[in-house]
C-alpha cells in the first residue's frame, strides 16, 4: 500500500511515525498497562481499559512520568486517575470486553 500518497508525506517519513506509534504502544503495554491492570483490579474490582488509558496518556503527557515513577514505587496513589478516567464502567446488562472473555473462557473450561 501507498500510504505516503494518502498523506502526502515521504515513505521514510510515514514509516518512522508508524514505528515511534508501535513503540510508544509496546512501551505503554508492557510498562503501564500490565501492572496497572492488577493493581486496579486488586483496589476497585475494575477492569483497566487499553483503548482508554492509551487516549490518556496521549492527553496527558505529562502524568506519563509520575505514573511510571509511582508504580516503581508501588504507590497507589499513582493509578487513581486511571481508575477514574482509564477503566470500564460497571455496567449489569451491557459486557465490556474483559467481561465477555472471561464468559468466553468459562464455557470453553465448564464444558
Same mark, same amino acid.
Not at 63 to 81: C, F, N, T, Y
Given at each position: 500500500?501507498?500510504?505516503?500518497?494518502?498523506?502526502?508525506?515521504?515513505?521514510?517519513?510515514?514509516?518512522?511515525?508508524?514505528?515511534?506509534?508501535?513503540?510508544?504502544?509496546?512501551?505503554?503495554?508492557?510498562?503501564?498497562?500490565?501492572?496497572?491492570?492488577?493493581?486496579?483490579?486488586?483496589?476497585?474490582?475494575?477492569?483497566? @481499559?487499553?483503548?482508554?488509558?492509551?487516549?490518556?496518556?496521549?492527553?496527558?503527557?505529562?502524568?506519563?512520568?509520575?505514573?511510571?515513577?509511582?508504580?516503581?514505587?508501588?504507590?497507589?496513589?499513582?493509578?487513581?486517575?486511571?481508575?477514574?478516567?482509564?477503566?470500564?464502567?460497571?455496567?449489569?446488562?451491557?459486557?465490556?470486553?474483559?467481561?465477555?472473555?472471561?464468559?468466553?473462557?468459562?464455557?470453553?473450561?465448564? @464444558?
Amino acid at each position: 500500500m501507498s500510504f505516503e500518497i494518502i498523506h502526502n508525506v515521504s515513505a521514510i517519513q510515514l514509516r518512522a511515525t508508524l514505528m515511534a506509534r508501535l513503540i510508544t504502544i509496546v512501551i505503554i503495554m508492557r510498562g503501564i498497562y500490565r501492572r496497572c491492570v492488577w493493581i486496579i483490579a486488586q483496589s476497585s474490582k475494575r477492569s483497566l @481499559s487499553l483503548a482508554k488509558l492509551m487516549r490518556y496518556i496521549q492527553v496527558r503527557k505529562e502524568r506519563l512520568m509520575e505514573i511510571l515513577v509511582g508504580l516503581v514505587k508501588d504507590s497507589k496513589q499513582a493509578v487513581l486517575p486511571l481508575i477514574r478516567y482509564c477503566s470500564y464502567d460497571m455496567r449489569k446488562k451491557r459486557f465490556n470486553y474483559i467481561q465477555q472473555e472471561e464468559i468466553i473462557l468459562n464455557e470453553i473450561f465448564l @464444558s
